[in-house]
């Protein structure tokens, strides 16, 4: 489901088929997040994942098109079954941020952007609302929109699977 009224930000909202604590789990399993956060095609790997307030992580997708993309972050909330709060800024392998151009990405992507997840109870099931803090035109345009909602349908497989 799509709301334009902000479209400085990216925002996305599903309905998980699945409880709220094993769709937070999803997000901070190390086990189960590197079975879903890659988008179709891609894997992910993490050099450094310590998720919790104040925790930081240092990851590589691999798209066996484009190569591979490092990314390192900060989680600034993780409020179990209500929330996380990350900022994802574009890097090397050695995770030291690197300007987005240099890399081949849209000259107008920030080089860090903050994603916020939100999720309620909704009758045994969970709303998830993702919020990336970059245009969701440009986002569709540069294929990040698209990879969220691939990453959202492979974390339903996961849960409907446990």
Known sequence: MENNLNNNEVFIEETINAGIDKVFQAWTDPKKLVKWYAPDGCTINFKELDIKTGGKFHCCISNPQYGDCWCIGEYKEVVPNIKLVFTMINANENGNPINPVDIGMDS???????????????????????RQTVSQELAKKTGAYPSWLQMLDKMQTLLTQI
Not at 110 to 122: A, C, Q, R, S
């Open 108 to 130: 107008d992507w920030p080089g860090e952007t903050l994603v916020t997840i939100n999720l309620t109870e909704d009758k045994g099931k969970t709303k998830l609302q993702l």
